[in-house]
């Protein structure tokens, strides 16, 4: 069966958690040649003007925790979101639903 009670919806989830960690990863960097090629690459002269479109957003460090924080609650959710599908589809019983379910968060 391997589950779709919800639809596979927590594979959502952590869609959601790898596009908040990109976030934090480029928070403020300079932007490579290609992704500035990417948003329709501007003259020189653009650059000289607006020289902080040269870089990515720069979100605070509170802001860049929280963002931390929902990664976080984002994977704990999915997992949780998988296992009691898996036991609501009939994939696994209680006690596997358990095991897994310990097992799954400890990796995170």
Not at 34 to 51: A, F, I, N
Not at 65 to 76: G, H, N, S
Not at 97 to 108: A, C, P, V, Y
């Amino acid at each position: 069966m391997s589950g779709g009670r919800f639809e596979y919806k927590q594979y959502v989830m952590n869609y959601i958690a790898d596009q908040i960690e990109h976030e934090v990863l480029i928070n403020g960097k300079k932007k490579t040649d290609d992704e500035l090629k990417e948003e329709g690459w501007r003259d020189l002269d653009w650059y000289k003007k607006y020289p902080e479109d040269l870089y990515y957003y720069e979100y605070p460090e509170e802001v860049i925790e929280k963002f931390k924080e929902a990664v976080i609650v984002l994977r704990k959710a999915a997992v949780y979101a998988q296992r009691v599908d898996w036991l609501l589809s009939g994939d696994d019983g209680e006690e596997k639903f358990l095991e897994r379910l310990k097992k799954d968060l400890e990796e995170l």
